[in-house]
C-alpha cells in the first residue's frame, strides 16, 4: 500500500511539473506584457518613470514593433526551469498533503461527506511557500530578462545569473522572496482550492466523460483564475518591483546603491503614494487573462495524465 501510494505521489509530481511548463510556453508573451507593465510608471525610478505602454494589446505590438517578436519570449528559459521546480514541488505538494490529510480523516467532513476548506487552504499555502521560496532566482532572473528584452539591454540566461551574482551576491538571487511568497500564498490559497470545489459542483452537471472533462476543467480554472488574479495582483506588482530593481555590491571598486525600495510595505507605500492605489493592479488585464489559458491548459493536461 505504502509502495503504491508512493508511485502515485512521485507521479503527481511529475504531471505537476511537465503540465506546467506547457502552460508557460503557451501563455508567456502574456506575461512579459504583465511585467512591462507592472514596472512603468515608477515616479521615485527614474529609468523606468515613463508610461511607455497603454495597456496588454499595445505593450504587445510595441514589443514585437520595436524589440521583434521573439522579445515576447525573453525570460522564457528561466520561467520554464521555475516551472520545473515550483510546478512539480507546488502541485504534488499539494495533492500528496491533501492525500495524507484524506487519510488522517482531516480532510473530509464526515457530516457534510465534503472537503473542508480550512484543510485545502492549508494544503495549498504551505505548498505555495515551499515551492515559491525555492523557484525565486529563476523567478528573479525571469523578470529581469523580461525587462531587458532585446537590443543592446539584450542578456542570456547565464549572463543574467552571473551578473546578479557577482553584483548582488546570493542574496540577489532571492530578491523579492518574501512578497514571492505572500503572493503564492495567496495564489494558491484561492486558486486551487476554488479550482477543486468548482470541479466537484459541476461534476454533476457535466459529468466525467473526457469531452466533458475538459470542459469542467476549463470552466473551474477560468472561475477560479479570477479569483487568483484580483487576490494576488497587488503583491504582483510589489514581487516584479523588488526584483527589478538593482543592489549592486561593488561597481568600480566603489559601493554603489540602488535600491529604491526597502521591503514589500516600502514598495506597496510608495507606489500608492506616488502613482495612486490603482497602480497597485497594474498588469491587472494580462495577469487575469494569462491566468484563464494558463490553468486551462495545465489542469485539462494534468487531469488527463493523472488518468495515464
Known amino acids: 500500500m505504502k509502495e503504491t501510494l508512493k508511485e502515485r505521489d512521485i507521479r503527481i509530481f511529475a504531471y505537476g511539473g511537465i503540465a506546467s511548463i506547457l502552460a508557460e510556453f503557451g501563455t508567456f508573451p502574456i506575461d512579459t506584457t504583465k511585467t512591462r507593465l ?5 515616479k521615485i525610478d527614474k529609468k ?10 499595445d505593450a504587445f505590438f510595441k514589443i514585437a514593433r520595436d524589440e521583434g517578436v521573439t522579445a515576447l519570449y525573453s525570460g522564457v528559459w528561466p520561467a ?10 507546488k502541485y504534488g505538494t499539494y495533492y500528496s498533503l491533501k492525500s495524507f490529510a484524506r487519510e488522517g480523516g482531516l480532510l473530509v467532513d464526515p457530516k457534510t461527506g465534503s472537503e473542508r476548506v480550512w484543510c485545502t487552504v492549508v494544503c495549498a499555502a504551505t ?30 540566461l547565464w549572463k543574467c545569473f552571473y551578473e546578479i551574482y ?6 540577489g538571487l532571492w530578491r523579492g522572496v518574501v512578497p514571492t511568497t505572500q503572493r503564492a500564498i495567496i495564489i494558491t490559497s484561492v486558486d486551487l482550492p476554488v479550482y477543486d470545489f468548482c470541479k466537484s459542483r459541476l461534476l454533476n452537471i457535466f459529468g466525467d466523460q473526457p469531452i466533458t472533462h475538459c ?15 484580483i487576490a494576488s495582483t497587488p503583491m504582483d506588482v510589489v514581487r516584479t518591483r523588488l526584483m ?23 514598495c506597496a507605500i510608495e507606489t500608492v503614494r506616488h502613482e495612486g492605489l490603482m497602480a497597485l493592479y497594474k498588469g491587472f488585464i494580462p495577469a487575469w487573462m494569462r491566468m484563464g489559458p494558463w490553468n486551462a491548459i495545465f489542469f485539462v493536461t494534468f487531469e488527463q495524465m493523472k488518468k495515464l
Open 166 to 171: 557577482k553584483f548582488e551576491g546570493v542574496k
Open 215 to 229: 470542459m469542467r476543467s476549463i470552466s473551474s480554472s477560468s472561475i477560479s483564475s479570477l479569483s487568483a488574479a
Open 244 to 266: 527589478n530593481q538593482k543592489h549592486l555590491l561593488a561597481l568600480n571598486e566603489t559601493n554603489v546603491t540602488q535600491n529604491i525600495y526597502r521591503g514589500s510595505f516600502h
Open 127 to 156: 505548498a505555495g511557500v515551499i515551492s515559491s521560496a525555492l523557484a525565486n532566482p529563476t523567478d528573479v532572473l525571469k523578470v529581469r530578462m523580461q525587462v531587458s528584452g532585446k537590443g543592446s539591454r539584450q542578456k542570456s
Open 48 to 57: 523606468f518613470s515613463q508610461l511607455r505602454y497603454g495597456g496588454m494589446i
Open 38 to 42: 507592472q514596472i512603468q510608471g515608477q
Open 80 to 89: 520554464v526551469l521555475r516551472q520545473a521546480v515550483y510546478g512539480t514541488i
